[in-house]
């Protein structure tokens, strides 16, 4: 296999769009998944398959329609779930249901759109990063600079937010604020990365990597390292394995991180590493 | 009084939780909330913390109301009962110490660590340590803001003998070094009467609020307290 392809423009657009997804889906994740919110992002994505369908039937661009209707519509359950105490699994369930009866409905009675083919509703269920256009590749890039430059800035509220609710209101910080804003760029980032991996595989960005940076990290900071590392390997792996091949990029990519997952435990349970992260069993 | 409650009533769906509780705290008190199961010393806790705001009543703070602002909240350190936090959170002492911190300063997260005796496993993940070596971290987290109160929401539950007797040292020596005031809430009366030089016996309502000796002098008081004590634990079986 040579790597002649990788002076291809659409896989550079590729790579360059996966490497910046990877990155503030893997951070973001990190805090999903320890609020033991896994599937929130899984929920966001249909919820934006909703926004995809919404966008064709008002004849805006699709994308910009999902991001609007996927922030929206978790920042109202957000909002819902704290008045109404409705427990994290129950809200993840009808955000992602909605999301696709809305998107079914709204796709069943938009025919004569010029988005609406079966080509385009592939793009959405399982990705197209190889076919980005330039300017989504720049979207994606600012995006992923804004995330990051926010967590920077919010970095140690949303960590103790994280740890302890509680405490982190005992010691005056905003944690509803710090909730949304974690919320509404859990939205970006599950938009964004749609194209990469599609609506359905979404929730692998988040989850795979930081349960994999989980069995090794003592620290938070290791932690979010290890995850990032292993997000990066399996998208810029995932997308060079999968172009000459003429397969499916999110495929390759999400079975790399589980590919990363699974050696992971067996190292970890073979005692190899002994001393740090937490144990297999608790995964 | 650095802490100033007057009539402090809350009640749970017109079942009285607090009733009409006044009394105030100096500065460098060390005093002891004492009452049975369900007397009210938690949710007197939530109310000073600005975790219930549902209360009748006021709760002034270094002389301020703490429904006009919650900056008092950056003076005060809090030790809850037992944390609820994710055994498998990936963070070490050194991390959740500092991630409290108004500033960046690690010499102060290093000094908060000394004060408790915890320096030498900075660098282990929370979730190993005991619930003893827990709570010490977060009298660690708590003294990294240098706070001017420790609250302490009975703080050794589940601590065994040694842990125990290590915690009530630091706290003695937070309160008479530090000039730290403490309010710390506590089932067990012996602790209490060695530790604390003010009492505030809570059972719904107070009825006993006064220098430590006072209390634990007067038998006519302590009997009352078993009798309570002894009525709640009936109650609640």
Redesign the interface.
Known sequence: MTIEFLSDLSVQYALISGIAISLFCSTVGLFLVLRKFALFGDALAHTAFGGVAFGLFIGVYPLWAAYVVSILGALGLTKLRQSFDISSDAAVAILLTSGIAVGILLFSISDDTPFHDAHDMEEFLFGSILEIEPENVITIIVLCAIILIILRIIYKKLLYSTFSEEQAKVSGIPVEKINYLLIAMAGVAAVTSMQLVGVLLVSALFVIPNVSAMLYGRSFKQTISLSTSFSLFSVVMGIIIAYPFGIEPSGCIVLLAIAILIGSLIIKSSGIVKTIGVSPKSV | MIVDIEKLSVDYSGIKALDEISFGIAEGDFLGIIGPNGAGKSTLFRCM???HTKYNGTIEFFGKNIRDS??Y??Q?G?V?QR??????????I???V????NSNDPKKVDEALQKVWMHELA???IGDLSVGQQQRV?IA?ALA?SPKILVLDEPVTGVDVYNQDLFFQILGELNTKEKISIIWSSHDLDAVERLANKVACLNKTLFFHGVSEDFFSDEEMLKKYSETSMQMHMHHH
Do not use: C, Y
């Not at chain 2, 944390?83 to 070490?92: E, G, L, R, W």
């Not at chain 2, 500092?98 to 911190?101: F, G, N, T």
């Open positions: 913390l600005g975790l919650k900056k909240l950056s005060i809090f809850p944390p609820v936090f994710d055994k498998n959170f990936p963070a070490t050194r991390e959740i500092s991630m409290s911190q660098d282990r993940r977060f987290k803001n």
